[in-house]
DNA sequence: CCATTTAATTCAACCGCTGAACAAATCGCG
DNA sequence: CGCGATTTGTTCAGCGGTTGAATTAAATGG
């Protein structure tokens, strides 16, 4: 029941339950969906069938279904082929649920709608320093403009099905902010101080908000981005601390106790500077927001994450040599720590994302270096670095995602809420 | 087709496939045979069904056919426990399938045999070094090996459903190692090399030798030998080379191309010593085989890998400064790699095998100082560092469970053989 | 205009789960 | 020793949902 509130990816109703009868009309609706989903041009009713192996009269029967449940629409025109009665088109419906994403973040607050179809609707997004705020008042100003955004989709005739939240921090069981040091958060119950708000009241036994690490949701904003995109990739978030949402054979991994990703404390030096983990010589000590920044020879300010990025973009840009360095010996170090993961995890993609995104033209080149010097099998299977394709924004986007995701990947949560 | 060659596990078959009516069998019978495999104690049929939610009569009917198909038998003393009617035990079947294991490594050769109920019947292990031998020569002697644990088994009443071949090296499609430095192997075709023999002969289009890494496979029966053992953690495997094996939420991880596990190269010192990965101040160079026994003093002999670790541990228990002073720095190397993939993935176990498992009372103490300090999130979930149960021989075990876990896991597909 | 072709629907048949009733086996209690 | 209580396992009619073939729908091409 805890682990409601924290965002997981439906994989299979069947990988450890019984299946019952009424179980094959549930998977086979996902299936379908799924099917749909994926193509790349609207498919027929008799192309999932011959896809999938199923019956014409089957996918008929679950694809009405999913018509009256407002999931799926028939594209009107569709591309003509040859002889033949005219396939009608299948598409995702984009007048039918929709997912609310949520952001809180040092300098800015951010609400996002991603209809099923993974277009972004609506996004919103408030500039403000939050540290000064307390918990309760940074969330009461998100639950305005997640009012806001909710508006917003309604007049667009979308129904909201769920809302994640992002937060640069660990999160526990049950919407629990264990910790966020740059917000200044601790043990944050964030249901309960959304309580008597629409976003806190159950539907049917399930909250509609899910509060989730920012990179774990900005690496689900990058995997649903592109539909074509790689299945397993790290997306390294770089803001004051370091972040990275690892995505494997299509499924974000937590970890066994929802914590992966801390990249941050990576020995890239291990006689090193100190950490304030412990440790020495973390990565977060050398490509960390506040490392490039003293590096570069700007003072030591509180410069929000965003300004920072940008700042340090326009002085590379400007070809500031203290700056070109301080960002070369950063990708220096995020390519050592890079390079380890690719060996262990041996992924094809390595996504640069939040801070690093702006910053990505002058870090690709040195992180790539490492890693092609440092990675075994990077001679015959070379490993791309990139920017995230949704920017620093993705955190938001990828929240919402994953709520229309779980509609996909278990349409009958969506439909028996309907009917 | 080529990705036969490789030992996948099957999670389930509806996470992407359609659900036809047939299916609803199919899945059922993994569902109970699962459970039976599971439980800790002769589960009944009652039993099974208030668990899993499907009706009496439904997981009778399963039974029935696991029985038929020799993969259950009942238990005949059932623990007795009150009032009504005693329940009939259910237990995998010890006459049954079994999975033969097979392992090719410096200095010897191994074939084992694993019943459905997870036991080692049979155990033979040749001693030779085997570095001087072609490809084919040593796979001959493995096959007459082979050829006798089969025989051993049939004389029980078993059937081998199967065989896994372990490699200390790459492993790409079709059964093709592609590099095993040790063995001095490049580019074998061990399926063309074994042509001819019972191993290679496909059964029902099934070829019956999958070929894996050695670290994977061993990492597989450290899972299999704790039923309620950790579902995420890291298996190290020390010998000239490191290894890891990567078990994430119950499943072997792989990577994108089946070449994950590449601890050996993780960064413990970036501008250290060189490698002949072309890095610097990989974790190789100072945990490896040879950087201990140099370190310790010994000569850079061409020693066995399991040689070398019981010399080291002989040496380390008669209190030698110089080889405990080896493996602390070995430790502690470990330890600054360990702790960074414990920091990125979140695994609550790290288990210390192949030559580490022998070495494991001097290692451990290291290790574990340097994950606690540097593990984020050690201080509240602590993390366990242990010896492999199965020692150094976990690969072959590893891989004939890895064998007849398939036909728990799909039970249709021995059904289907023998009616 | 009609034969051809492909898409989608309709419908009887069938597979396998469901639920309830029934038989089997043991314990408790008088 | 006998009988009710209790739990296990089986039998069987019923039913949901898929199957496969026949049918209708809608377009192309000669």
Redesign the pocket.
């Known amino acids: 029941m805890a682990a409601m509130w924290q965002c997981q990816e439906v994989t299979s109703a069947s990988t450890a339950g019984?299946?019952?009868?009424?179980s094959?009309?549930e998977l086979?609706l996902a299936v379908v969906l799924r099917r749909i989903a994926a193509a790349d041009r609207p498919p027929?009713?008799?192309?999932i069938a011959a896809d999938t192996?199923?019956?014409?009269?089957?996918?008929?029967?679950?694809?009405?279904d999913l018509i009256a449940g407002r999931l799926v629409a028939e594209a009107e025109p569709e591309p003509?082929t040859?002889?033949?009665?005219?396939?009608?088109?299948l598409v995702l419906a984009s007048d039918g649920p929709a997912g609310l994403g949520l952001e809180v973040n040092v300098d800015y607050l951010a609400a996002c709608v991603v209809d099923l179809t993974g277009a972004v609707r609506h996004h919103l997004v408030r500039r403000a320093d939050l540290r000064p705020a307390s918990p309760a008042d940074a969330l009461a100003r998100l639950a305005a403009l997640a009012a806001e955004a909710r508006a917003a989709a309604v007049r667009d005739g979308l129904t909201l099905a769920g809302a994640a939240l992002a937060v640069p921090g660990l999160v526990g069981d049950g919407g629990l902010v264990r910790l966020a040091p740059n917000l200044g958060w601790r043990d944050v119950d964030v249901p309960a101080l959304l309580a008597g708000h629409p976003l806190a009241e159950p539907v049917d036994g399930i909250p509609p908000l899910v509060v989730d690490n920012e990179a774990n949701l900005a690496a689900l904003g990058e995997l649903y981005a592109g539909p074509a995109g790689p299945r397993s990739f790290l997306h390294v978030t770089g803001e004051i601390g370091i972040g990275a949402g690892i995505v494997l054979d299509g499924a974000l991994y937590r970890g066994a106790r929802g914590w992966s990703g801390e990249i941050g404390h990576f020995p890239v030096q291990p006689q090193g500077r100190p950490c304030r983990c412990g440790g020495q010589g973390c990565l977060e000590r050398y490509a960390g927001q506040e490392a490039i920044l003293a590096a570069a020879g700007l003072p030591g300010a509180e410069l929000p994450a965003d300004t920072a990025a940008t700042r340090l973009a326009d002085l590379a840009e400007a070809g500031d040599p203290a700056t070109l360095a301080a960002l070369t010996d950063a990708g220096t170090a995020l390519g050592v720590a890079v390079a380890g993961v690719v060996n262990l995890l041996d992924l094809d993609t390595v996504v640069l994302g939040g801070g690093y995104a702006r910053l990505a033209p002058w870090l690709r080149p040195t992180v790539e270096a490492e890693v092609s010097r440092r990675v075994l099998t990077a001679a015959w299977a070379p490993v791309t670095v990139r920017p995230a394709v949704l920017g620093a924004q993705s955190a938001a986007v990828g929240g919402a995602g994953s709520v229309v995701r779980r509609i996909v990947d278990r349409p009958v949560g969506w439909l028996a809420r309907t009917t």
């Not at 027929?44 to 192309?47: E, I």
């Not at 192996?53 to 009405?64: N, Q």
């Open positions: 019984a299946v019952r009868q009424g094959l009309r086979n027929s009713r008799a192309g192996g199923l019956t014409r009269a089957t996918v008929s029967a679950v694809v009405d003509r040859g002889a033949g009665r005219p396939a009608r088109g």
